[in-house]
């Protein structure tokens, strides 16, 4: 079955450093890759997305490439702040597209805190 | 309100006990979840309803009973729940063909 494995955490970073959070993948199709971010105490938002080979998504600094040679999609930041403290998830969804009815497989999770 | 909405926010129950939490998509979305998160382990799809019928049960004990009234509230009946049920449950509607799905903010139970 479809699988995501992203790094495990927590990871400690001081301010303005690059961040790397690895993520690969496993799937019996041509799935979209996902980021979602979740913020203390708050629901899951989607972070970017990428939907095809080459692809690269990007939202609020962030960037991932969809690697199908390697089947990853690490997710990349030049120059963390503290408000990117969060825990973050890699995901796919591996459907075609049938309306509404989209699933979506998770990797555990990366905590991340960013430290002034 | 705007978004998905979840009430309550915390709930700690017994195992006697029966609770039921509610979700609200105010995004016009015709398809909702429902989502376990526990520590150190992957998201859990739970259920999934499109247009009102349930599409998904991924083998979710009988203890959790799902409820769609209509496209836009979904509600999970909780009974003689077990400790390890503690949990964040967390629910999510879609829409579109990019497979995107926007979250609620969790309900934190704890069965006691």
């Known amino acids: 079955g479809d699988s995501v494995t992203q790094m495990e955490g927590p990871v400690t970073l001081s301010e303005e450093a690059f961040l790397t959070i690895n993520c690969t993948y496993t799937?019996?199709?041509?799935?979209?890759l996902f980021w979602y971010v979740q913020y203390p105490g708050e629901g899951l938002q989607l972070l970017l997305k990428a939907t095809k080979a080459d692809d690269k998504g990007s939202n609020k600094g962030f960037e991932a490439t969809y690697r199908k040679e390697t089947t990853s999609f690490h997710l990349e930041k030049g120059s963390v702040q503290v408000s990117d403290s969060a825990v973050y998830f890699c995901?796919?969804?591996?459907?075609?597209?049938?309306?509404?009815?989209?699933?979506?497989?998770f990797g555990t999770g990366t905590r991340l805190t960013i430290i002034p | 309100e705007t978004g998905v909405t979840q009430t309550p926010r915390h709930l700690v129950m017994g195992m006697t006990n029966k609770k039921s939490l509610k979700c609200e998509q105010h995004?016009?979305?015709?398809?909702m979840y429902w989502y376990k998160q526990s520590a150190k382990k992957p998201l859990e799809l739970m259920f999934v309803?499109?247009?009102?019928?349930?599409?998904e049960n991924n083998s979710v004990p009988s203890r959790f009973s799902p409820e769609c009234p209509n496209s836009s509230h979904l509600f999970l009946h909780l009974h003689t729940l077990q400790p390890e049920d503690s949990a964040l449950y967390l629910c999510?509607?879609?829409?579109?063909?990019?497979?995107?799905?926007?979250f609620g903010p969790g309900t934190r139970l704890t069965v006691t």
């Open positions: 999510a509607s879609s829409q579109d063909v990019a497979y995107e799905q926007y």
């Open positions: 995901a796919l969804s591996d459907l075609p597209s049938n309306f509404g009815n989209e699933k979506l497989t």
């Open positions: 995004l016009g979305h015709n398809a």
């Open positions: 799937a019996t199709g041509y799935p979209s």
């Open positions: 309803y499109n247009f009102k019928e349930q599409t």
